[in-house]
């Protein structure tokens, strides 16, 4: 018989797509009222066994215990009534409904609508008292931060009486302040009895919230520990098969002559609010300069207008030659044949079309070149599916067909088709937003040796991203955004996580000084 101490069991659980064998007889054992940690590589199967779970796909093999009782989980609904939760990565919310209105969707009860959403005000003050969730009712979604929203996906779960819940990924669209009180909130969910299964490919979020973490890697389970009885280093290697170098291994910068100088950068959004005030700075050849700052302060103002994404006033210059703010010149495109190379931080909307295949992807924006035309009218596509497949070789993506959709690619490997065509256009200069977000450990790695390997051959970099420890790691020189203003520039070898959060606050007593390189 089964376990009743144990929350969740999972024996022999098998699931194939096609050819392609997601999970391959997967068993894991979940305490109950435990924080329980699944890692592994983007395409490992995580998400896949934990659809499995929640009733969104059937395994082919396999048999689920909750609770100790063999349970049938056709479906969601039957996740549900089986007292599990899930919390997706990408929310699962109406925008124009209110915080009570989503909560009480889809668990409405009788005719009256009125009487569901009386009782559910009464439960969700209980819950936001119970958990630290403090959420406003009334407020609509489209109003809520990226962690509020968040915060109402964990609420609808316990409104429904789930006692577990899976979590996926769910830092990765959090700032580091909303992860923090996540991992506080998940702690009183443990605290009080919940068992919580979390997701995630970040290895120090495993070593800080989890009590067991369980390994996966290509559909297999490889491993289950106490994660007081193992260390990141070991992880790592049982995720990818390997060793797998967690810091950033690149010689001190040797910066040359100022390849990109920003005067004076104000952007206004289409509400006519101004998200850049006056921003100055330099970066030199040879040089990582990174953007620390809270998601939503300026940094993706300052990439969409330095990429001719948005207008803007102010002088920007590359390599002394002035590039238009505004009017002709001033797009994407006329960027790109400047010599900048854009990296977004958001690859779906605005890296990929997901419907495309990988080397119609791989061609955006360079497919003028004069190596992918066979005349002024045609392009040679042959070329260019072979360029693709050397860059897809090179820069490791899996598989490497060119011929495959880019949505049929895990989010790393999304990635690096995205990094691989714009760094193999040998830019002047290279705009990168968010490089790693979504991406596996083995991944970042790999992503991290491209930008300072491009950094070494002597190319200027803007890295932006919300990951502290990335942007210590990867940088020479951090300058911090705060309310569309650059509040300082630091040394990453003379500063650390608290100055550099309490700056991302707006506080800081020290001159912000200027953006001239050093």
């Given at each position: 018989m089964a376990d009743s101490a144990l929350a969740i069991e999972l024996k022999g659980i098998s699931k194939a797509f096609g050819p392609v064998q997601a999970n391959k007889d997967i068993n894991i054992a979940v305490p109950r009222g435990t924080i329980h940690g699944i890692i592994g590589e983007n395409g490992a199967g995580k998400s896949t066994l934990m659809s499995i779970l929640y009733g969104f796909y059937k395994a082919d093999a396999g048999e689920i215990f909750v609770g100790g009782q063999l349970t049938a989980i056709p479906d969601s609904q039957s996740a549900i009534r089986a007292g599990?939760?899930?919390?997706f990565q990408h929310f699962k919310l109406v925008q124009n409904f209110t915080v009570l209105e989503n909560i009480i969707l889809g668990a409405e009860e009788g005719a009256l609508l009125n009487t569901s959403l009386a009782k559910a005000r009464q439960v969700l003050a209980d819950l936001s008292r119970d958990y630290e969730l403090d959420v406003e009712p009334d407020a609509l979604i489209e109003d809520l931060s990226v962690g509020h929203q968040q915060r109402v996906e964990i609420l609808k779960a316990l409104y429904r009486q789930a006692d577990i819940l899976i979590l996926d990924e769910p830092t990765g669209v959090l700032t580091p302040a909303e992860a923090d009180h996540l991992f506080r909130i998940l702690k009183g969910l443990k605290d009080q009895g919940k068992t919580i299964i979390l997701i995630t490919h970040k290895l120090r979020e495993i070593?800080?919230?989890t009590d067991n973490v369980s390994v996966m890697r290509r559909g297999t389970m490889v491993a289950t520990v106490k994660t007081a009885e193992t260390s990141p280093e070991q992880l790592a290697e049982l995720m990818v098969g390997r060793k797998v170098l967690l810091e950033v291994e690149k010689k001190p910068a040797t910066p040359g002559a100022v390849v990109l100088k920003v005067e004076d950068l104000r952007v206004r959004d289409e509400h006519k609010v101004e998200r850049l005030k006056g921003v100055s700075f330099d970066i030199r050849a040879g040089e990582i300069l990174g953007i620390a700052g809270v998601a939503g302060n300026g940094q993706s103002e300052l990439l969409a207008a330095l990429g001719g994404m948005m207008r803007a006033t102010g002088r920007i210059t590359l390599n002394n030659a002035d590039l238009p703010l505004s009017g002709k010149g001033s797009d994407g495109q006329s960027r790109r044949n400047a010599?900048?190379?854009?990296?977004?931080?958001?690859?779906?909307?605005?890296?990929?079309?997901?419907?495309?295949?990988?080397?119609?992807?791989?061609a955006f924006g360079y497919f003028n070149e004069p190596e992918y035309q066979t005349n002024a009218l045609f392009m040679n596509n042959e070329a260019l599916r072979e360029d693709t497949r050397r860059k897809m070789e090179k820069f490791d993506v899996r598989p490497p067909n060119p011929w495959l959709p880019a949505k049929s690619f895990s989010g790393g490997n999304q990635q690096k088709i995205v990094?691989?065509?714009?760094?193999?256009?040998n830019p002047e200069l290279l705009l990168i937003g968010q490089p790693t977000r979504g991406v596996d450990i083995g991944a970042i790695e790999?992503?991290?040796?491209?930008i300072v390997a491009l950094r070494d051959q002597g190319k200027a970099i803007l890295l932006v991203s919300v990951e502290l420890d990335e942007i210590m790691s990867l940088s020479d020189r951090i300058a911090v955004m705060f309310d569309g203003q650059l509040m300082g520039f630091r040394d990453p070898e003379k500063t650390d996580e608290r100055e550099l959060g309490m700056m991302m606050a707006g506080m800081t007593g020290q001159s912000p000084g200027k953006g001239e390189a050093a």
């Open positions: 599990i939760g899930m919390v070593m800080e919230a010599g900048i190379a854009h990296v977004p931080e958001d690859r779906h909307h605005y890296g990929l079309i997901l419907d495309f295949t990988a080397w119609e992807n791989v990094v691989a065509r714009e760094i193999e256009q790999f992503i991290h040796k491209q």
